[in-house]
């Protein structure tokens, strides 16, 4: 039995035990120590596959910003407001509709309102 296998074997024989969730000794990670131990990780189990180590590259790197030009340390406007529920349901229903996500639906909605109505 290689190590892999036997730390797999451990690994499962763990998982079905009554044993505590995080066994003592573990090192916790927090932060951009997680992040940065989970890449490692996913980069070392896919580094044979090409296609999935590109993949793991792409993780982790959050949303895009609406702002490119903004540099880092400046957060983009969020808004939380309050909706019908058969305006929620019809916005929704619209964005699946158009495979897209409800966010760009409303904020493309919120641009063509402006332009209408010629606010500056």
Do not use: F
């Not at 044993?19 to 131990?37: F, L």
């Not at 982790?60 to 808004?79: E, K, S, Y």
């Amino acid at each position: 039995m290689t190590n892999d296998e036997k730390r797999a074997a451990d690994l499962a024989a763990w998982a079905q035990s009554d044993e505590p969730t995080i066994q003592p000794g573990t090192v916790i990670h927090k932060g951009k120590d997680a992040r940065a131990a989970a890449r490692a990780m996913l980069e070392a189990a896919t580094e044979d596959d090409p296609g999935n180590r590109d993949l793991v590259r792409r993780v982790g790197r959050g949303r895009p910003r609406l702002n490119p030009d903004l540099g880092p340390g400046h957060a983009q406007p969020i808004w939380n407001i309050r909706m019908p529920l058969d305006l929620d349901a019809a916005m929704r229903a619209r964005a699946k509709t158009e495979g897209r996500p409800l966010s760009v639906v409303v904020r493309e909605a919120a641009a063509e309102y402006l332009a209408v109505h010629h606010a500056s």
